[in-house]
Structure formats: structure tokens, C-alpha cells
């Protein structure tokens, strides 16, 4: 065993040396199969740990050095993150198959290949559990040929195609009873999925919260049904699609407070209060706090109190409450309707958004006394809500004569400042 140990640490010393080797002399093509046999280099590593990690887990070395799994250990003894942890610990259960060992070594797959054909192959048994007429020796001879199957397809397919292809390869292996397997397996998959559900909000770290979990594949698609009409890039659009999805989200639910059928919140409807500092000499609004306790910029609460149920607490400089204020839904019932017939969706210039996904805004704030009237209103959607309250110098709004909203530019965009209408929305 020492011989291998030394073996292991020259290869080591090899490849470091190589990987600081100069490349420039290398034509094109050497360039490329130096890549394909550094990849075939890394995989056969990568068998290495996983057989060294499978000999550990079944020596109990993990549980003899306190750990309580086998990714614990890695996660001590390599000093790796929890994901490639896992990882490792799955590519080392994979390697128990000769068959997908070799094919490794070969280079037919690579381990991630591997670790999803074995996770296919441990699968077939609970497939056929409900089909008496498949007895244990054809149930083994289906798994190995499932696994020769995918190893084939190796060659052309993706760790993720496979996966694919695994969730239907008694299609491939077994057609005759291939369908009543696969409801019975959906089923079972199913169960599991309702049962894994979760949804998470991380605490706010340099003002981002992370939001992770998992959804059944039903609710998945009635989100992305939800959230795919707002994620379509408009003209002038520079969010990435991850930004436009985070966007979508929050409209959704902006949409959701704006119908006033979510249920009630400690004998309330659903709503939003905020506590907004205030300076008595410059009589303005400085940064707010949420009733779930996170900051927010001054401007946010504005944006905040154009269309939202909120109950501001308006504090002086040494914290006492000069004004308590009232709690509303602005802009709801027959005023909304009102709205949504004038301005036909988001009033900006040229904005293609219906009005269900607008926002009501004060041309002059509320904050700053504005009435809650049809004149003092006009549809935004969100992303032009935000450039109305951020943009600087802004875009000015005021209604002419006809009662219609017409937007002035700032003059760093038309320095003649020509007055603007959203021309893609009907008129009367």
C-alpha cells in the first residue's frame, strides 16, 4: 500500500508540472487532445477517490472519526463545501458497478454520466415491484441491460439527457410493460415530491435575500405559466433572463395583494406596514423599516406607498410617532377600474404592459400630501414605477387638458424635452 501511495503522489507532482507547462507551442489540434486527455486524466482521478471513499465508508473510518455520514467526512477530512461533498459521495456509490467503473476508465462516460445511469439502474427494481409476471432473474437482466443501454448512449448524451432518458428506459428495455411501470413510478414520484416541497427566504445579506426550494412538477409549471408573460424581453430591456424571472415573481405577487382575496393576517387583510423616519427641518422622508424588520431606502418606501397596503408610522428625530398614519388600499374598486379604462396598461411611452401588471403612481407623491384621485394617478409597470422614482434627472408626468398622462424627458434624453405618449395603448 505504500507503493501506491507513492505512485499516487508522483502522478500528483506530474500533473502539476504539466499544468504549468507552456501551451503557446502547441498547434490547434494537439491543443485539443491535450484537453481530451487531461478530461480522460481528471476522470480517472476522480475513480480513484470514489473507490478510495467507497473502501473508507465500508471500513466505517467516517463514523470511527465522529463523522455521522460519509459526506461529513469529506466535508472535514478535504475541506469541501456540502454540494461536491455530496458529489463525491455519490460518484463513490456509483463505482460499485464494475461495468460503469471500466466504462469510465475507458472513457466512454464520465462520472457524472455514471453516478445518473447507477441512480437509473437502482430504480428498475422498485419500477417492476408492482408486475408479477416479472420474476427476480429477468428483473436482474433488465438492469444490466439498462445499464449497457445508457453506457452506449454515453457517447453522444449529457449527464442531464441521460437522466432523461432514464426516467423512461423500461421504453428502451422492456416496452411490454413499460407503461403500467412508469404510472406506478410517476405515482411514487409524486408522493415524494409533495412530500420534499419547501420554500425558503434567507435573511437580507447586502440587501439581497436568497430564495431557494422546490416545487412538485404540477405547481412548477403553474408558476412558470404565471411568471412567463412578464418575463418576455420588451425594447430597451438590459435585465438578464434570472433578473427578469425575479422580477416576474414580484409582480405576481404585487398582483396577488391588488385583488384582495388573500386571506386575512391577524384579523386584517394582507398588508404592509412601514416605519418611515422624518426630518421636521427638511421636511422630508428618510430610510423605512418593514414590520418584518428589514430596511428599506427612502425611495423604496415611496415606490411603496404609490400602490400597496401599507400603515406608515411617521417618527420624529428621537423616535416618537408624529403620525400614525391611516391604513389603505390605494387605488382599488371603482378608481382602479377607472384607471385600467384610461390609460388601457402602463402609461409609459410605448409600454406594452396590460393593466393587471401595473402599479398605481402618484404624480404627486402621497408622501408629500398627494390626493388618491383619478387625476393625481397614472398606470406604471414595475420596471418604469422604479425608473419614474430612481431616475435622475427624471421623467416628469402631468395630464393635459383631455385628462390623458403625457411624460416629459429628461433633457440628458431629448434635450428639447418633447412631451410623450404611450402610443401602443387604444385612445378614445
Given at each position: 500500500m505504500g507503493r501506491?501511495?507513492?505512485?499516487?503522489?508522483?502522478?500528483?507532482?506530474?500533473?502539476?508540472?504539466?499544468?504549468?507547462?507552456?501551451?503557446?507551442?502547441?498547434?490547434?489540434?494537439d491543443l485539443i487532445e491535450v484537453l481530451r486527455a487531461a478530461r480522460h486524466l481528471e476522470q480517472a482521478a476522480a475513480v480513484l477517490q470514489a473507490r478510495v471513499v467507497q473502501q473508507a465508508a465500508s471500513r466505517g473510518v467516517p463514523q470511527a472519526q465522529g463523522h455521522r455520514s460519509t459526506a461529513g467526512w469529506l466535508r472535514s477530512t478535504l475541506v469541501l463545501d456540502a454540494q461536491p461533498a455530496r458529489e463525491l459521495t455519490e460518484f463513490a456509490a456509483a463505482m460499485k458497478s464494475p461495468a460503469l467503473q471500466e466504462a469510465v476508465l475507458d472513457g466512454r462516460a464520465d462520472l457524472r454520466q455514471a453516478t445518473v445511469i447507477a441512480a437509473t439502474c437502482k430504480s428498475i427494481p422498485a419500477e417492476l415491484a408492482d408486475h408479477?409476471?416479472?420474476?427476480?432473474?429477468?428483473?436482474?437482466?433488465?438492469?444490466?441491460?439498462?445499464?449497457?443501454?445508457?453506457?452506449?448512449?454515453?457517447?453522444?448524451?449529457?449527464?442531464?439527457?441521460?437522466?432523461?432518458?432514464?426516467e423512461r428506459i423500461l421504453a428502451h428495455v422492456a416496452p411490454q410493460i413499460a407503461e403500467r411501470a412508469d404510472e406506478a413510478a410517476l405515482a411514487r414520484q409524486e408522493a415524494r415530491a409533495h412530500a420534499g416541497r419547501g420554500l425558503t427566504l434567507s435573511r437580507p445579506h447586502n440587501g439581497l435575500v436568497r430564495v431557494s426550494g422546490l416545487l412538485e412538477a404540477e405547481d412548477a409549471a403553474v408558476v412558470q405559466s404565471a411568471l412567463h408573460p412578464l418575463c418576455r424581453p420588451v425594447a430597451g430591456d438590459d435585465r438578464t433572463p434570472p433578473q427578469r424571472r425575479a422580477d416576474a415573481l414580484t409582480e405576481v405577487c404585487r398582483l396577488a395583494l391588488r385583488t384582495t382575496e388573500l386571506p386575512a393576517d391577524g384579523g386584517e387583510p394582507a398588508h404592509l406596514a412601514v416605519t418611515v423616519a422624518y426630518d421636521p427641518l427638511t421636511r422630508t422622508l428618510g430610510s423605512a423599516v418593514t414590520d418584518t424588520g428589514e430596511r428599506l431606502s427612502a425611495g423604496a418606501a415611496r415606490r411603496l406607498a404609490?400602490?400597496?397596503?401599507?400603515?406608515?408610522?411617521?417618527?420624529?428625530?428621537?423616535?416618537?410617532?408624529?403620525?400614525?398614519?391611516?391604513?389603505?388600499?390605494?387605488?382599488?374598486?371603482?378608481?382602479?377600474?377607472?384607471l385600467a379604462v384610461r390609460d388601457h396598461g402602463c402609461a409609459f411611452p410605448d409600454c406594452e404592459r396590460p393593466p393587471r401588471w401595473t402599479e398605481a403612481h402618484h404624480i404627486t407623491p402621497w408622501t408629500e400630501g398627494g390626493p388618491t384621485a383619478l387625476d393625481n394617478l397614472v398606470l406604471l409597470c414595475r420596471p418604469h414605477h422604479r425608473l419614474i422614482h430612481n431616475d435622475n434627472p427624471t421623467w416628469r408626468i402631468h395630464l393635459d387638458p383631455d385628462r390623458?398622462?403625457?411624460f416629459i424627458p429628461p433633457p440628458t434624453l431629448d434635450p428639447d424635452q418633447h412631451p410623450r405618449r404611450n402610443l401602443y395603448h387604444p385612445r378614445r
Open positions: 501506491m501511495l507513492a505512485d499516487v503522489q508522483q502522478l500528483g507532482q506530474d500533473a502539476a508540472k504539466l499544468a504549468a507547462s507552456p501551451l503557446w507551442p502547441l498547434a490547434d489540434d408479477d409476471e416479472v420474476g427476480l432473474a429477468e428483473a436482474a437482466g433488465l438492469v444490466e441491460q439498462a445499464e449497457r443501454t445508457q453506457i452506449d448512449m454515453a457517447a453522444r448524451l449529457t449527464a442531464h439527457q441521460l437522466r432523461r432518458i432514464g404609490c400602490d400597496a397596503r401599507i400603515l406608515p408610522f411617521v417618527l420624529g428625530g428621537a423616535g416618537q410617532i408624529l403620525d400614525a398614519g391611516r391604513s389603505r388600499r390605494l387605488a382599488t374598486g371603482p378608481l382602479r377600474r377607472a390623458l398622462p403625457t
